[in-house]
């Protein structure tokens, strides 16, 4: 047995993983979670936390739904560990669940949207979103705030597949390739589909050109 | 290939992005936009929208992971253990064989103890008349006292006490 593998298997290492778990870490952590292991799983779920509930920020721009989508993923996690084989990466595995889960969330407001009349999507915007930081100048505040607000009207009126895949490749940095795999679609449509993204983006954001 | 005509939009875009464009070979495609200068306007013109959008920043705090990680567990089934199920199982079983093997053969000594008495008493009715008879003492046996004291059935509770190891 490897220092790395013992380390992992070493209860009193459980608070001391280095922030990313290389594959092998990552495939013995699982391992004791199969074996029963929950506090391990409560281990997992710490490491990729963050990163997951951002992604389902960016991608819905509201908190709470994004926290919901998150735990979603997490749980449905859980459930999959018994058949998970480890072909990719556990982070691989999320975002992918994170990203369809949005996109089918999405979808459903959408849906609703048209069916109900509702007004809820880019007028109705997170409030942590909007709350004023005290550290931060208070004109830059309101542009930034402002900003922000005006690219979450411009990315509601894309189609949730747009959207997603804008998201992945301009602010979680993926290559059109892996989303394309993630999404189990045709790179192509994935070039496609982030073209018209950027082209509907561009029509209705000429005020954020950098100077 | 070098692309004769200029590049469209969604080639830019994909080359802004560090990707390939559509039935393009990127070498050539990058070769043109250095050689061609409508390209290369409509390119600054891009990606200065792009630099330009906001950052999207999740501004998590630094407990987040911890609080998801208590609510994902909070909403993960309980894990059954059957061990202390079992355990109480067991010992009622135990408990039960016990009682009953042992119980008849309280019974079955109170009631020859009893018996004797009764006898002793019946022989001596004038010197224990003051006294209270002990066999009074003693509680009622119950109607299936003759079925206890049928010595077959003795003999099968015995057996089954050696069976379970009580």
């Given at each position: 047995?490897?220092?790395?593998?013992?380390?992992?298997?070493?209860?009193?290492?459980?608070?001391?993983?280095?922030?990313?778990?290389?594959?092998?870490?990552?495939?013995?952590?699982?391992?004791?979670?199969?074996?029963?292991?929950?506090?391990?799983?409560?281990?997992?779920?710490?490491?990729?936390?963050?990163?997951?509930?951002?992604?389902?920020?960016?991608?819905?721009?509201?908190?709470?739904?994004?926290?919901?989508?998150?735990?979603?993923?997490?749980?449905?996690?859980?459930?999959?560990?018994?058949?998970?084989?480890?072909?990719?990466?556990?982070?691989?595995?999320?975002?992918?669940?994170?990203?369809?889960?949005?996109?089918?969330?999405?979808?459903?407001?959408?849906?609703?949207?048209?069916?109900?009349?509702?007004?809820?999507?880019?007028?109705?915007?997170?409030?942590?979103?909007?709350?004023?930081?005290p550290r931060d100048n208070?004109?830059?505040?309101?542009?930034?705030?402002?900003?922000?607000?005006?690219?979450?009207?411009?990315?509601?009126?894309?189609?949730?597949?747009?959207?997603?895949?804008?998201?992945?490749?301009?602010?979680?940095?993926?290559?059109?390739?892996?989303?394309?795999?993630?999404?189990?679609?045709?790179?192509?449509?994935?070039?496609?589909?982030?073209?018209?993204?950027?082209?509907?983006?561009?029509?209705?954001?000429?005020?954020?050109?950098?100077? | 290939?070098?692309?004769?005509?200029?590049?469209?939009?969604?080639?830019?875009?994909?080359?802004?992005?560090d990707e390939t464009p559509?039935?393009?070979?990127?070498?050539?495609?990058?070769?043109?936009?250095?050689?061609?200068?409508?390209?290369?306007?409509?390119?600054?013109?891009?990606?200065?929208?792009?630099?330009?959008?906001?950052?999207?920043?999740?501004?998590?705090?630094?407990?987040?992971?911890?609080?998801?990680?208590?609510?994902?567990?909070?909403?993960?089934?309980?894990?059954?253990?059957?061990?202390?199920?079992?355990?109480?199982?067991?010992?009622?079983?135990?408990?039960?064989?016990?009682?009953?093997?042992?119980?008849?053969?309280?019974?079955?000594?109170?009631?020859?103890?009893?018996?004797?008495?009764?006898?002793?008493?019946?022989?001596?009715?004038?010197?224990?008349?003051?006294?209270?008879?002990?066999?009074?003492?003693?509680?009622?046996?119950?109607?299936?006292?003759?079925?206890?004291?049928?010595?077959?059935?003795?003999?099968?509770?015995?057996?089954?006490?050696?069976?379970?190891?009580?």
């Amino acid at each position: 047995m490897s220092s790395a593998e013992a380390a992992v298997i070493d209860r009193n290492f459980a608070g001391r993983y280095a922030r990313d778990m290389d594959k092998v870490q990552e495939r013995i952590l699982l391992e004791q979670i199969r074996s029963g292991d929950e506090a391990g799983f409560e281990i997992l779920v710490k490491q990729h936390a963050d990163r997951v509930t951002g992604l389902a920020w960016r991608l819905l721009g509201h908190r709470q739904e994004a926290e919901d989508i998150a735990q979603e993923a997490f749980l449905r996690l859980h459930r999959a560990l018994p058949e998970f084989r480890g072909d990719s990466r556990v982070s691989t595995w999320l975002y992918r669940t994170v990203t369809r889960l949005a996109i089918d969330f999405m979808r459903r407001e959408r849906l609703k949207r048209r069916l109900f009349f509702s007004r809820r999507d880019e007028d109705d915007f997170d409030p942590v979103d909007l709350a004023s930081d005290p550290r931060d100048n208070p004109e830059r505040d309101l542009n930034g705030k402002q900003a922000v607000r005006r690219l979450r009207q411009a990315l509601g009126r894309l189609s949730p597949r747009q959207r997603a895949i804008f998201t992945l490749r301009h602010y979680e940095g993926m290559s059109l390739r892996e989303i394309a795999e993630l999404l189990d679609i045709e790179e192509g449509t994935v070039k496609t589909h982030l073209h018209r993204a950027v082209t509907a983006l561009r029509s209705e954001l000429t005020e954020f050109q950098e100077d | 290939m070098i692309k004769r005509t200029c590049l469209n939009d969604q080639d830019l875009t994909l080359l802004h992005y560090d990707e390939t464009p559509i039935g393009l070979d990127p070498d050539d495609a990058r070769r043109h936009l250095a050689e061609c200068a409508a390209c290369r306007a409509r390119q600054l013109s891009l990606e200065r929208v792009l630099h330009g959008l906001p950052r999207l920043d999740p501004d998590l705090d630094p407990h987040h992971a911890t609080r998801m990680a208590a609510r994902v567990k909070d909403c993960l089934p309980r894990r059954r253990s059957f061990l202390p199920a079992m355990t109480t199982v067991m010992t009622a079983a135990i408990a039960v064989l016990v009682v009953t093997n042992w119980a008849p053969q309280r019974q079955a000594s109170h009631n020859s103890s009893a018996n004797q008495q009764a006898t002793v008493q019946q022989e001596m009715p004038q010197a224990n008349a003051q006294q209270k008879p002990q066999a009074t003492a003693q509680p009622e046996t119950p109607p299936e006292v003759d079925l206890l004291e049928n010595l077959e059935l003795l003999k099968e509770l015995d057996t089954l006490s050696e069976i379970t190891g009580v």
